[in-house]
């Protein structure tokens, strides 16, 4: 068996939870890849909502083995509060996750360092969400990361020790009182304690090898999907660099983020909204300051499930998705957010860009530096509910046709359409 990947080919936030809630059934396991707590995916069903920073998005169905991935980082005290608040709603989260001795922990110095570099940065900051993402991963390259497999062994205090003083000298440079800087609203050496007291937390989990794990799992013809988180264009190499998070989110990330070999690849499906939102700073060549902007931020209810912030929003964006599609080798779209479009007469398209004055499909290497002007296709709006619609054919002619200028655009099929937050709001092709 192969395995099937599902990422995101924007900035992220594409509502890639949504549809690995609504893939989970045909899948044996879920397993999260990379990102850490920067990740905020959201499930709706039933009338009740949930966001998930780190445990994969298959953990509502009791028959889906949910693993979080060597390529993971894992802030215990994050991910204990998750699990809480699973088990307030009776998800079997103990039974059926599974976590990764060789995923890299984010420890509370991580947080404090993001938090004093990116205060250092002024108005050149990266829009971190501050859950020590950065950190943390550079550890993790440094080679003086801590796993979660140490916590087994009997010198993880010392190895903790030694990683906090190592980060306290540095942080000391930046702001010597940092004792008083809060992490999510506590002080740092409460923050600390609580983080100490929630390793219980990971010591109860199962802990594998998942390398091995998923491999025999592939071997024994079981499906697995790999969940990604962020965006493609805020992968570390291929983004808009710096304003990247510290990971691969690409197809790429999941052989190393779980051990899986490039010839056991299935399908990629790339999810993408109708219309492009980031969150944080770095450049967005086709983002809206109007009231069109304005308009997919309020009906698209565009704040952000990790940290609360405002998503700037703007019109799709056809060369970065086609550089997504072939960075990722996509096989099919997931086009998210339709309905939220429902009002307008009419929708525009960044079909191609001029950069210095040329015309290109190619996004440029300093896309602050070099001018990106969008040369925009101008396309008629549906204006009418889709939530009455039940399958493709029902859908309104003008959104059949957004969707096929899309796929004439991109030359990858669009196999499902999402109208809305709930796992039944979704229609298959
Ligand atoms: P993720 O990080 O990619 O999982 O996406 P998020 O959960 O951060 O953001 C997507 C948001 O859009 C969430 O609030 C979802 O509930 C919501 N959502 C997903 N699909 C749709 C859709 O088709 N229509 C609408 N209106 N909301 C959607
Ligand atoms: P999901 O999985 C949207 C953005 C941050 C910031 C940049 C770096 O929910 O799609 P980091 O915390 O990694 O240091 O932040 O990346 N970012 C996200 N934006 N969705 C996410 O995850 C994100 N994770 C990080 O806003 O601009
Ligand atoms: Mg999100």
């Known amino acids: 068996m192969k395995i099937d990947v599902l990422l995101g080919l924007q900035w992220g936030d594409e ?34 909502k949930f966001v998930l920073h780190t445990i994969p998005s298959g953990i509502f169905n009791p028959n889906t083995i949910n693993v979080i991935g060597n390529g993971v980082i894992i802030d215990p005290f994050i991910l204990q509060k998750e699990i809480n608040k699973l088990d307030e709603s009776d998800i079997n989260v103990r039974e059926n996750l ?4 060789k995923a ?4 509370p110095t991580h947080r404090l360092l993001d938090a004093v570099y990116e205060k250092a940065k002024g108005k050149d900051k990266i829009g971190s969400t501050l859950k020590g993402i950065g950190p943390c991963y550079t550890d993790k390259i440094s080679r003086n990361g801590i796993r979660v497999g140490d916590i087994e062994k009997s010198n993880f205090e010392n190895k903790y020790r030694l990683a906090r003083e190592r980060h306290i000298k540095i942080i000391e440079q930046y702001n010597p009182d940092y004792k008083s800087i809060e992490i999510d609203g506590q002080l740092f050496i409460e923050y ?3 983080w100490h007291d929630a390793l219980k937390v990971l010591n109860e989990l199962k802990k594998v090898n998942s390398e091995y794990f998923l491999n025999k799992q592939l071997e024994e013809g079981k499906k697995i999907l790999a969940e990604g988180a962020q965006g493609t264009l805020l992968d570390i190499d291929f983004g808009s660099y710096p304003f990247v998070t510290s990971s691969n989110t690409t197809t790429a990330g999941v052989c190393n983020g779980l051990g899986i070999a490039p010839s056991k690849i299935g399908k990629v499906f790339g999810i993408f909204k109708a219309y492009c939102t980031r969150v944080g700073s770095g450049p967005f060549p086709t983002e809206l300051f109007d009231e069109d902007g304005k308009m997919l931020r309020d009906v698209g209810n565009e704040f952000g499930s990790t ?8 019109w799709l964006d056809i060369p970065a998705l086609k550089y997504a599609i072939m960075l990722n080798g996509v096989t099919e779209l997931m086009m998210m ?13 960044a079909s191609k ?8 499909m190619e996004l440029p290497f300093d896309d602050e530096e070099d001018m990106i002007t969008p040369v925009y296709s101008t396309l008629h709006g549906w204006r009418s509910d889709i939530t009455i619609a039940s399958n493709y054919y029902d859908l309104p002619c003008d959104l059949k046709n957004y969707i096929k200028f899309i796929e004439d655009s991109v030359g990858v099929p669009v196999k499902m359409v999402s109208y809305g937050p709930d796992r039944k709001e979704t229609i298959i092709r």
């Open 15 to 48: 509502g890639k939870g949504k549809v690995v809630d609504v893939l989970t059934p045909q899948y044996d396991i879920i397993a999260r890849f990379q990102g850490g707590p920067n990740a905020g995916h959201t499930i709706e069903f039933d009338n009740k």
């Open 307 to 314: 940290t609360g912030r405002p998503r700037r929003c703007g």
């Open 353 to 360: 860009y001029m950069v210095n004055g040329d015309e290109t």
């Open 104 to 107: 890299h922990m984010i420890l």
């Open 192 to 194: 600390e304690k609580n």
């Open 337 to 349: 957010k339709s309905d939220v479009m429902n009002q307008f007469k009419e929708i525009r398209v």
């Open 98 to 101: 599974l976590v990764s001795r």
